[in-house]
């Protein structure tokens, strides 16, 4: 059975750092492409980063420069490293893979049917 576990998120302060990790199993993450979403309350799922099989990543605009996705297949596990976060980074953030072109990943819900439980991550002082 495919799975996805995130974990990772809480409290942390404007300008600080989280890492959340995406565990799977049940299937070779590195062949899959992975993404990184993130919903606060009362707004849609927004795309944050994502990484291809091959390795090529994207992220949104609104955290460039700030996260970075990675993944580890030693372990069949992605991160996000979120680095100065700001208040507007809190939501829950959910992992998803699926089966994209080798070189491709996306920033859209669509492409993905396999999502993870979600993890809570609140920036505020």
């Keep these: 059975q ?6 990772g998120g809480g409290l942390v302060q404007p300008g600080g750092s989280l890492r959340l990790s995406c565990a799977a199993s049940g299937f ?45 297949g030693a372990k069949n596990t992605a991160y996000l490293q979120m ?12 992992c998803a893979a699926d089966r994209l072109p080798i070189s491709r990943c996306s920033l859209y819900v669509s492409p993905y049917d396999n999502w993870g439980q979600g993890t809570q991550v609140t920036v505020s002082s």
């Design 83 to 94: 680095n100065t976060l700001k208040s507007e980074d809190t939501g829950e953030y959910y």
């Design 28 to 72: 070779i993450l590195d062949r899959y492409a992975v993404a990184w979403f993130r919903q606060a309350p009362g707004k849609e799922r927004e795309g944050v980063a994502c990484i291809s099989s091959a390795g090529t990543s994207d992220v949104a605009d609104s955290v460039q420069g700030r996260f970075t996705i990675s993944r580890d």
């Design 2 to 7: 495919l799975r996805l576990v995130e974990s």
